[in-house]
Nanobody
């Protein structure tokens, strides 16, 4: 198994930036595709971004494309989400997730992720 811990959330003004981190422990980090999801107040959890095992490919949700960048450092067993040009609609609890996979997959579906962190709160004020 793998344990995931998110950090880096906080309060920021609209237009500002935050970098979220997801630190992993346990099984070899490079065996997992990774993803970021978020859940805003009163809304369902939604996909944000995903990255392949090697970090060679990424895919972003339309709502964050051009503003957020997902990355990973397998040597540090850490995944990141750089969030720029933040909007109030980005306010949510952000979760990282890991999916064991035998290939270089991009995974958008929450049901395909077995391991989840506890989340970190991001609040964007207007």
């Amino acid at each position: 198994q793998v344990q995931l811990v998110e950090s880096g959330g906080g309060l920021v003004q609209a237009g500002g930036s935050l970098r979220l981190s997801c630190a992993a422990s346990g099984r070899t980090f490079s065996s997992y595709a990774m993803g970021w999801f978020r859940q805003a107040p009163g809304k369902e959890r939604e996909f944000v971004a995903t990255i392949t095992r090697s970090g060679g490919s990424t895919y972003d949700a339309d709502s964050v494309k051009g503003r957020f960048t997902i990355s990973r450092d397998n040597a540090k067993k850490t995944m990141y989400l750089q969030m720029n040009s933040l909007k109030p609609d980005d306010t949510a609890v952000y979760y990282c997730a890991a999916a064991y996979t035998p290939g270089e997959r991009l995974i958008q579906g929450a049901t395909e992720y077995r391991y989840w962190g506890q989340g970190t709160q991001v609040t964007v004020s207007s």
